[in-house]
């Protein structure tokens, strides 16, 4: 049985208009988002510098939606902290940038926060399987990270297929929910196939912030995620 949960888009600021981001992330909530998603990024752990806790916390009185914090950086737990109070709902990080991940997740959630593991597209699942009673949230990368408004790399269905398995596994033998999170090249045309392999949560920039009209876009993609739910029901 599939413990999917309601889906939530959420849609990436990297994507957005940063000389108007305030405006940008209400607009984008106001057109229907459930959750910000904010890609911070250390031009170590990859090849990009984005913002930080600073930016998070001027972003936080904009909007009641949950931010969804992405870490991709060396030593995350350095930054757990500064997000949190910065007003962060949810942080994730990749496992290989922390020499102990049981730990950073127990840190997340110590400062009041949701937690969650990242895995880039050739990594393996295998990472979840010690950790899942500290899971709040499992997000794979279906783009090699870094950039935004890359193309979505196919195998990363059967991917999510696997994750979905033992998240349902997990859930049936009493374990919480987890959700399941889907982050790169997610689009109109595609997200109907990225639900029905089992993804509840779905980061999209581009394509929703390189639109006129946010809503419509959104609006799209619910739709397309319930004929996919339907189809699954049949």
């Known amino acids: 049985m599939s413990h999917k949960q309601a889906a939530r888009i959420a849609p990436s600021i990297l994507s957005a208009d940063f000389?108007?981001?305030?405006d940008e992330v209400k607009n984008v909530v106001d057109a229907g988002a459930d959750w910000i998603h904010f890609d911070v990024m250390d031009n170590h752990y990859v090849?990009?510098?984005t913002f930080g806790a600073m930016i998070c916390?001027?972003?936080r009185p904009h909007t009641d939606a949950p931010i969804d914090?992405?870490?991709?950086?060396?030593?995350p737990d350095s930054l757990v902290e500064a997000f949190a109070k910065a007003g962060a709902n949810l942080i994730s990080f990749h496992p290989d940038a922390t020499p102990h991940v049981d730990r950073t997740l127990s840190?997340?959630?110590d400062q009041g926060c949701k937690a969650g593991l990242v895995f880039n597209p050739a990594m393996p699942l295998e990472w979840m399987d010690h950790v899942m009673d500290k899971l709040d949230l499992v997000l794979l990368?279906?783009?090699?990270?870094?950039y935004g408004?890359?193309?979505?790399?196919?195998?990363?269905?059967?991917k999510l297929q696997t994750a979905r398995q033992k998240i349902d596994r997990w859930v049936e033998n009493g374990g919480q929910p987890i959700s399941l999170e889907i982050d790169g090249g997610v689009n109109i045309q595609n997200i109907a196939s990225i639900r029905a392999a089992g993804a509840d949560a779905f980061v999209a920039g581009s394509a929703i912030f390189n639109q006129?009209?946010?809503?419509a876009v959104i609006d799209a993609m619910r739709t397309e995620i319930a004929k996919a739910d339907a189809q699954s029901a049949a």
Do not use: T
Not at 141 to 146: A, F, I, L, Y
Not at 212 to 215: A, L, N
């Open 149 to 158: 408004g890359q193309k979505f790399i196919p195998h990363s269905l059967e």
């Open 19 to 22: 000389a108007r981001l305030g």
């Open 69 to 75: 914090v992405h870490l991709m950086v060396e030593s």
């Open 107 to 109: 840190l997340i959630r």
């Open 47 to 49: 090849p990009n510098l």
């Open 57 to 59: 916390s001027a972003l």
């Open 141 to 146: 990368m279906s783009v090699n990270p870094g």
């Open 212 to 215: 006129p009209d946010y809503k």
